[in-house]
């Protein structure tokens, strides 16, 4: 094998954006424009850049942005209050909390105070439950965007053995519980395996499609990769790079290289699974809008 297909995110959002682009019209031909607030706590650089291009991308669809920014000495009732007025705000369809949060406010009271309805990341105990039981309002943004992927690269999952590399609650568990589900883009064998798995290698190499969110550079190497394989990277970590103007560069958790030559399609870092994860959650902005219209799709 010499080179495998690449799987581009850049390539399937384009083509996710222009049905959401349709659906939007039909939105705002019956009066809703859909509305999208990102709330900001702190000035952490990295959260910036991602809240920015959220903002961005919502202006480019014609969407509503909304961005409010807290200081970092913000107290938990602070941001409280602020979720309770996007709850109550008909204007603002779907919105997020960025996190990490600072290290004195209670993550988890944050997320539960989010109205599910308009929970676009899927963050909420309520909507990780549908999500996990099969009958989802929201799915997931970066989970999500990996199995539209699959999907829209035409590579069949049904009865795949499908192994996922690492058991954050953000990636790596409901990407498992996605591809369990019964249907499209699912249907799998699933096996998770994460840091204190015995014998790693000896579980991916057993992988038809290889998800891999585990946050090490270089962690997948060729020889954990079984000839053929499809292979999907979601790592982002950033490496010093004294050849690169900003002195650093965003790695997967792939080596790419060397696994590229024994996959039959690979997802590359950046410009694979990265252009994802907005996109997502433009559709399940679009989706929480077209709910409060009570559009039937
Ligand atoms: N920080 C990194 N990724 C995410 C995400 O998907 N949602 C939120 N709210 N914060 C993040």
Do not use: W
Not at 116 to 141: E, Q, T, Y
């Amino acid at each position: 094998m010499t080179g495998a297909r690449l799987i581009l995110g850049k390539d399937v959002s384009e083509s996710i954006y222009s049905e959401l682009r349709v659906r939007i019209q039909a939105l705002k031909n019956n009066g809703t424009t859909p509305g999208l607030a990102v709330v900001l706590v702190g000035d952490d650089p990295a959260s910036q850049v991602y809240v920015r291009m959220k903002g961005k991308m919502c202006e480019e669809l014609g969407m509503r942005s909304l961005t409010i920014t807290l200081p970092p000495s913000a107290t938990q009732e602070e941001l409280l209050a602020k979720i309770g007025e996007l709850n109550r705000d008909p204007g603002i369809h779907g919105f997020l909390v960025q996190l990490p949060l600072p290290g004195h406010m209670d993550e988890e009271e944050v997320i539960n105070a989010i109205d599910p309805r308009k929970d676009v990341d899927c963050f909420h105990p309520s909507n990780v439950g549908r999500m996990l039981i099969g009958n989802p309002d929201f799915l997931p943004a970066t989970p999500a965007g990996v199995q539209q992927m699959l999907i829209r690269s035409g590579i069949d999952t049904s009865g795949r053995h499908v192994v996922v590399v690492g058991r954050s609650n953000i990636v790596g568990k409901p990407m498992a519980a996605m591809m369990l589900q019964k249907g499209k883009g699912a249907d799998s064998t699933v096996t998770v395996v994460h840091s204190r798995t015995k014998d790693l290698p000896s579980a991916t190499r057993q992988a038809d499609i290889l998800i891999v969110a585990i946050g090490k550079p270089k962690f997948i190497t060729a020889d954990m990769v079984k000839d053929g394989a499809v292979v999907i990277d979601v790592g982002t970590n950033r490496v010093d790079d004294p050849s690169s103007p900003k002195g650093s560069r965003l790695v997967g958790d792939v080596d790419f290289d060397a696994v590229r030559e024994k996959a039959s399609a690979i997802s590359p870092v950046p410009g694979g699974v990265g252009p994802m994860t907005i996109c997502m959650l433009m559709a399940n902005t679009v989706a929480a809008a077209e709910m409060a219209a009570e559009v039937i799709r």
